[in-house]
């Protein structure tokens, strides 16, 4: 069984800035891709950002652009998300997801860390 642990959320002031973590245990488990979502209370989930585990290819969503940073650590089995000028609207819960070679959807999923941001 593969598990995904974030950690890293928090409450921040607008204009702030996060770094989420994600590291992933259990079976030995080769990921495709990576990534970041996201579920703010009363929409739905939507992506943020994922990089490919070979290469490092970074894909971002509109609104993470220029502002967030996606990122890995191969010796750790990590992934990381910055998140800088964070406004209110980035507020939701935060889910690591991983996606294995073959796959065609993101299969495994974090418990997801909250992010709140506010003044």
């Known amino acids: 069984q593969v598990q995904l642990v974030e950690s890293g959320g928090g409450l921040v002031q607008p204009g702030g800035s996060l770094r989420l973590s994600c590291v992933a245990s259990g079976r030995t488990f080769s990921a495709y891709a990576r990534a970041w979502f996201r579920q703010a209370p009363g929409k739905e989930r939507e992506f943020v950002a994922s990089?490919?585990?070979?290469?490092?290819?970074?894909t971002y969503a509109d609104s993470a652009k220029g502002r967030f940073s996606i990122s890995r650590d191969n010796t750790k089995n990590m992934v990381s998300l910055q998140m800088n000028s964070l406004i209110p609207e980035d507020t939701a819960v935060y889910y690591c997801?991983?996606?294995?070679?073959?796959?065609?959807?993101?299969?495994?999923w974090g418990q997801g860390t909250q992010v709140i941001v506010s003044s």
């Open positions: 997801a991983a996606r294995g070679y073959g796959d065609t959807k993101y299969s495994y």
């Open positions: 990089i490919v585990w070979s290469g490092g290819a970074t």
